[in-house]
């Protein structure tokens, strides 16, 4: 059973909207979460990071908010631009061993 | 530019055959690890090493060997490939933070 869900495999959005892309997680114990974008034929690179202790983590234009109530994450893309296209993936972490859990990833495609 | 290096890129093998995917890192990190990637199924653990001289089995050890040479280096180990491992593999590091430094992946197919 997943512990990490990314409902959404993909989504479609124009060239300098807002993408919203969502991460819901089962274990009230996760206390650290993270996004990660790929681009065909490279590994995942690290975009941005939140605690537990916070609900908002901002970085230029890419922002985390996490709902711990809701045990739901979501990555917020604005504006979003066609470089932005990739697949992108919610990881969390439970504990010190700094072993990450992974969702399935959700293909943003953003159109010109 | 520092990073993780995997070795190599590309790989086709016969039924059978073995073959090692050579990975390393000049980070400095404690914790390497081995995924793999296919279709509709994210990224999933093939084995990691919190440290240099432990081994830990992941979701999907099944047909792997790991080695941790040192701290720099940590090697996946296919003894008798099978279709089903036909894959993209990741591995990647990870010091004090949680980030996770990948490699660039190695993609295998076993025919």
């Known amino acids: 059973d997943q512990q990490v869900k990314q409902n959404s495999p993909s989504l479609s959005v124009q060239e300098g909207r807002i993408s919203i892309l969502n991460c819901d997680y089962t274990?009230?114990?996760?206390?650290?979460f993270l996004w990660y974008k790929k681009y065909p034929a490279e590994g995942p690179t690290f975009l941005i990071s939140?605690?537990?202790i916070k609900d908002k983590n901002e970085d230029g234009r890419f922002t985390v908010f996490l709902n711990k109530s809701a045990k739901h994450l979501s990555l917020h893309i604005v504006p979003s631009q066609p470089g932005d296209s990739a697949v992108y993936f919610c990881?969390?972490?439970?504990?010190?061993?700094?072993?990450?859990?992974w969702g399935l990833g959700t293909s943003l495609a953003v159109n010109p | 530019n520092a990073g993780v290096t995997q070795t190599p890129k590309f790989q086709v093998l016969k039924t059978g055959q073995s073959m090692t995917l050579q990975c390393a890192q000049d980070?400095?990190?404690?914790?390497m690890y081995w995924y793999r990637q296919d279709p509709g199924m994210g990224l999933r653990l093939i084995y990691y090493?919190?440290?240099?001289?432990?081994?830990d089995k992941g979701e999907v050890p099944n047909g792997y060997n790991v080695s941790r040479l040192n701290k720099r280096e940590f090697s996946l180990r296919l003894e008798s490939a099978a279709p089903s491992q036909t894959s993209v593999y990741f591995c990647?590091?990870?010091?004090?933070?949680?980030?996770?430094?990948f490699g660039s992946g190695t993609r295998l197919t076993v025919v």
């Open positions: 090493s919190a440290s240099e001289g432990t081994t």
């Open positions: 990881a969390v972490s439970a504990g010190n061993n700094r072993k990450l859990i």
């Open positions: 990647a590091s990870s010091g004090l933070n949680y980030g996770y430094t």
């Open positions: 980070m400095n990190h404690n914790s």
């Open positions: 939140i605690s537990s």
């Open positions: 274990n009230s114990m996760f206390d650290y």
